[in-house]
């Protein structure tokens, strides 16, 4: 866990809970980061409620996080998988603090990385700033360290991005339904967010939001991506955090160009099948339901 929508403590505190309202008590929660790595902390309380959960008053788990820093737990989780020939794929969710620490601090544990799909950045939008995605915004230094090193570390990335963030939406009759099923399980915490979408922003759908980084990695068919060079921006007065993705012809001739091609091609999420998405999202929920 790192410090994103809410400061770190609730962030684990937010995801203990939902591992155990899931019952998989089993999965290990490692607090990292609590700030960004030079930027001051920011977070998204006024978007996502005090507790960063839609203030709900969902029930806490009563595990406690595993002892290790997160950095330190994704490293024996990597090292791990590549004892045994295996590789896991990495979904960051919120800003890449601990990807950033983990690749620079641990270069080795990319023998057990698959790919890195991860949830921030955009094509042609922002919502921090009108630049800016959230995630990389809150720390930009950390996301260029994580595109620089798979760069040099030869991991494949994926941005699922703004640009496809907002298209797979649930309405509030799916939430409200998910909630009636399962009051107090995975299908109605997941409805009583979208429900608190809903109210928060006056309307009558929500978006799966970071659970569409997920679906991209279990239906990759359902997002069409293009690699293309991608640099994060770290000195703009009015761009800082932007993810500059560069869709330029590189046939013609650019030698004007001071800065070049950027050292690391990325899969940038530009079009998503919405509905796919929202069927995996309502079918996954709804099959935990007893």
Not at 39 to 50: L, M, N, S
Not at 122 to 151: L, M, R
Request: include cysteine.
């Amino acid at each position: 866990c790192v410090g994103g929508n809410a400061p770190l403590e609730q962030v684990v505190s937010n995801t203990l809970a939902v591992l155990h309202t899931a019952g998989r008590d089993d999965v290990p929660v490692g607090a990292g980061a609590d700030r960004p790595l030079l930027a001051e902390p920011v977070d998204a309380r006024h978007v996502h409620g005090q507790d960063g959960m839609g203030d709900l008053g969902w029930p806490r788990s009563p595990h406690a996080p595993d002892p290790r820093h997160a950095v330190e737990l994704l490293r024996d989780i990597l090292r791990a998988a590549a004892g045994i020939g295996e590789r896991v794929t990495l979904v960051p969710l919120a800003p890449l603090t601990n990807i950033a620490l983990l690749l620079r601090t641990y270069p080795d544990v990319a023998a057990g990385i698959e790919e890195i799909c991860f949830m921030g950045g955009a094509a042609h939008v922002g919502n921090a700033t009108a630049s800016a995605e959230f995630n990389v915004f809150h720390d930009p230094e950390a996301a260029a360290v994580v595109i620089d090193a798979c760069a040099d570390l030869d991991i494949a990335v994926r941005m699922y991005g703004l640009d496809v963030f907002y298209a797979p939406a649930v309405t509030r009759e799916q939430a409200r339904s998910l909630i009636e099923r399962d009051p107090n399980g995975p299908a109605g915490l997941g409805g009583r967010l979208i429900d608190y979408q809903c109210d928060r922003f006056g309307s009558e759908s929500g978006t799966i939001g970071d659970a569409g980084a997920v679906c991209a990695v279990i239906a990759r068919e359902a997002l069409k991506t293009e690699r293309l060079p991608v640099r994060v921006e770290l000195g703009g007065t009015w761009s800082r955090g932007r993810t500059v993705v560069d869709r330029r012809d590189w046939g013609g001739d650019l030698t004007h160009d001071p800065h070049g091609q950027a050292n690391t091609l990325v899969e940038v999420g530009l079009e998503v099948d919405a509905e796919a998405f929202v069927r995996l999202w309502l079918d996954t929920l709804s099959a935990g339901i007893r």
